[in-house]
């Protein structure tokens, strides 16, 4: 393929040949020209690298975080005596988003490597794959080009993005082993862990008598939180899910603080489960527990897509009937932003909480509420303020209904949601509701 340099060339050509028409001389120097053309651009064919020459191979993770730049790496070998100048193009996943041009320029010294990096942000969970590699290779006097493409193909996975996960991990450990907590009666979720000694802030009740007298100095007991409770994440796949806050949409972010939850409850000793609903039962990851099953909840996160259906609430009911044998404490991750929605949702609850213990977790959208702070500049924002808090104050009442049912309701931001949520269960468990 010739090159712009090699079309002018070619122009320039064709007007040299008109010269012997239009004066009828010069036809012999003509044909000089013509194969000194000829003989240029063979050679400049024939000195581009080809195929054999040139090597190049995709580096990239098997694994993507959703709303985050994740790194992709070509890298490019000359095995020829000359320069190679090569145009090369990545055939990316077309649903990410690239944050420079997918075209790249690179000029690499005779035997030698060379290398690019550009980063990809990929916008839904799930499966992705990419194709060949294209690539020009420009020849020394820049008149031709050389197409190939290296056969490359990559599936990775695209998983949640972990937000705020070393302020999780701060969360959970300090409850473990560093609070004292009184005796409980039986069937309480508090158990007798070790005996240490007194400091202030300690409970007296908790003091152990017979350890003080016989040591000489203060001890009390200390207590860990009971281990080996059922808690069942169900996730709502309907048309409420779909919506965006931010650069995520709701489900993306209920995904998020699903997986931060599921880690926290691991990591405490309880048993763990998923599930996802919509018009019916999605998917289904059984209660589990040890370190080990968070890459099985992972699994089962990594690919849950909110739908534009109404949610089917009753798939609740008929989950918890054919899998929960316990007392168990389901956390739910859906919006209600209407009164009549939540009408609905409540009978479902309330079945639920007669032996279980339901949380709705709810995310709300932060633009409503800086809209109600926003600056009034023209009329029209009279109009978007008063809006905001309509939209508002009627999700308000919607909640309000859910809470006289019974159940306890989260009402986070996206940004809070993760630590929110687990701050809810360690909350309740030290409470002994679960």
Known sequence: MFTFKGYLLLIFTFLIS?????????????????????????????????????????????????????????????????????????????????????????KIAPKGTGSFTYQLIPENRGDYSFGPIHYRSRGPLGLINR???????????????????H???????????????????????????????????DEYKGINWKATARRGRFMSNQYQDQRDQDVLIALDCGRSMQTSLGKLKRIDHAVNSAYLLANGILQKGDNVGLVSFGVETEGLVPLGKGRSYLKNILIG?????AQYLQTDY??????????????????????????????????????????HLVVLVALNDPKLKEETKKEIKIPFDIYLRASALDLMQTREKALKLLK??????????????PI??????????????I
């Open 404 to 417: 006289k049912s019974g159940c306890i309701v989260v009402d986070s931001s996206p940004y809070d949601a």
């Open 147 to 165: 197409d190939g493409k290296v056969e490359a193909p990559w599936e990775l996975r695209v998983y949640p993005h972990i937000p705020r996960a």
């Open 18 to 106: 008109l010269v012997p028409y239009l004066t009828d001389t010069g036809l012999g120097l003509l044909r000089v020209v013509d194969l000194v053309l000829l003989f240029i651009f063979v050679y400049d064919y024939r000195a581009a690298p080809y195929k054999e020459q040139i090597s190049i191979t995709r580096e990239t993770p098997r694994v993507f975080a959703i709303g985050e730049a994740n790194e992709v790496i070509i890298k490019v070998q000359n095995s020829s005596f000359r320069t190679a100048i090569l145009f090369i193009r990545d055939e990316y996943p077309s649903s990410m988003d690239i944050q420079v041009s997918h075209d790249f320029t690179i």
């Open 314 to 355: 009753t798939e609740l009911l008929k989950i918890a009937s054919r899998r929960l044998n316990r007392r168990t404490l389901i956390v739910v991750f859906s919006e209600v932003d209407t009164p009549e929605s939540a009408e609905l949702i409540v009978p479902v609850f309330q079945e639920l909480g007669k032996r």
């Open 420 to 433: 929110d949520t687990l701050t809810a269960y360690l909350g309740l468990k030290r409470k002994g509701l």
């Open 301 to 305: 996160l990594y690919n849950i897509q």
């Open 167 to 201: 302020e999780a991990h701060l969360l959970i450990t300090r409850g473990i082993g560093q609070r004292t907590y009184p005796i409980s009666i039986r069937g309480g979720s508090r158990e007798f862990e070790s005996v240490k000694d007194y400091v202030i802030g």
